[in-house]
């Protein structure tokens, strides 16, 4: 620390730090812990971790720490108060000290350029990638694994080295992660399959790098794997060089937790509880989405919507109970009528109407609905039918008002019955 006290402080106005190969902060000048106070949020306290895992912007510096100990320098822009400051993260490496790790500076924008440190050249070796607290591997311009650092490969039975990276993530687009590879930059969404992990593997832990080494003991670890689902993960994509030559490293994001929920949210916002189909908000991104492609094709498009005819005196005479029995009945006769064909969407438009969304003419939803009128026996149902290549609708309000149209003319009529809406003069 005298060390560095000496040479930084000896530069008035350096805001600056120092950072080892562990990660852990060696020295901060009063300007940089100042400054990182402010504009970071960040205690600088020499022998902790550094910069801590706060948010978004502190994976952003934690990204840039790992590249500068491969021996890239990087820096991002940071916005206070209208003022706009650099923070630039360079390699550091004194063999006759045996000192590895990264400086980091901030600068005001306007002297950056012609205050940067450049980039020394350092030959990286798979001990500074495996000192990154990071699940991280180095893939070559064509996906193939020089290298993974043993966070990355604690999770696997088998060497990940020259194995393609999408050997081990599965990509949700094949193109998207060919591109970051080929841009050493952005990021992609993967799912990986063959991943034997602890439950919270991908849970950043700072207790996992404090150590020299992982838990290897098969037998304290076998009762907390789990491998029975894939997991999300995103990629993140940087540029760096790896002995001497252009390559990309590769860091791995869980986003398992996050997907899940996002998917039960989704779940709750377009699903109706009672009857597992699409409801009201579910239909009008389905319809929407049917509306524009089938317009863009020419193609047939219709429109069901299906009433129980009565049904307020049902669950008056007959009970809540009753009325509810039979929209469950209605419910599994459509789905288990419905279950052979493709390209059909169903859903609940309110209390006891239903919608159909068939890829076929109006002649066509027409016999359908009919056919599912006739198998609830004992129930009157009254059906309307817009089809979209006879009315030219050109919005869901259209679409749905013509079908909705035609299911009370139906029920106007005596019910029943279904009723195809009239073309639009």
């Known amino acids: 620390m005298e060390v560095w006290s000496g040479i930084l402080d000896s530069c008035p106005g350096l805001l600056c730090c120092v950072v080892n190969i562990r990660g852990r902060l060696v020295y901060a000048t009063h300007g940089y812990k100042t400054i990182a106070a402010r504009l970071l949020g960040h205690r600088c306290e020499e022998g902790r971790n550094y910069p801590p895992l706060i948010n978004e912007l502190d994976k952003t510096l934690h990204e840039m720490l790992a590249a500068a100990c491969l021996g890239n320098t990087n820096a991002i822009e940071v916005t206070e108060r209208g003022r706009v400051w650099d923070i630039t993260a360079s390699p550091l490496r004194i063999t006759s000290q045996k000192i590895e790790g990264v400086v980091i500076r901030i600068m005001r924008s306007e002297n950056a350029k012609e205050n940067s440190l450049a980039a020394p050249i350092v030959r990286t ?63 992609a969404e993967c799912r990986m399959y063959e991943v034997n992990v602890k439950k919270n593997f991908y849970t950043f832990d700072e207790s996992i790098y404090h150590d020299e080494e992982l838990n290897t003991d098969e037998n304290a670890e076998s009762e907390s794997h789990d491998t029975s689902e894939f997991r999300h993960v995103r990629l993140y994509a940087s540029p760096i060089q790896w002995d001497d030559k252009e390559a990309v490293m590769i860091t791995f994001e869980d986003v ?19 009857s597992g189909l699409l409801n009201r908000r579910g239909l009008e991104h389905v319809i929407l989405r049917e509306l524009g492609t089938t317009i863009m094709k020419a193609g047939h498009l219709s429109l069901i919507i299906m009433g129980i005819d009565n049904f307020k005196e049902i669950n008056k005479s007959k009970g809540y109970m009753s009325g509810n029995r039979v929209l469950r009945d209605f419910v599994f006769t459509m789905k288990k009528f419905l279950a052979d064909y493709e390209n059909v969407s169903m859903g609940r438009w309110s209390g006891d109407e239903f919608m159909i969304l068939f890829q076929c003419n109006g002649a066509k939803g027409v016999v359908i609905a009919d056919e599912i009128r006739e198998r609830m026996k004992g129930v009157a149902l009254s059906a309307g039918v817009a089809d979209l290549s006879d009315g030219g609708y050109v919005s869901v309000n259209e679409f749905v008002g013509a079908a909705y149209d035609a299911m009370s003319e139906a029920k106007n009529n005596g019910g029943n019955q279904t009723v195809l809406a009239r073309r639009k003069k």
């Not at 039975?157 to 949700?172: C, Q």
């Open 125 to 187: 070796n798979p001990n500074i990638l495996n000192s990154i607290p990071f699940r991280a591997c180095v893939v070559d311009s064509n996906g193939l694994i020089l290298s993974a650092n043993k966070f990355l490969s604690f999770g696997f039975n088998t060497a990940l080295t020259s194995r393609k990276i999408t050997d081990i993530a599965k990509p949700e687009s094949e193109e998207e992660l060919n591109s970051i590879i080929s841009k050493r930059s952005g990021q």
């Open 256 to 274: 398992t937790e996050y997907t899940r929920t996002h998917e039960q949210l989704r779940k709750l916002l377009t699903f109706d509880s009672s």
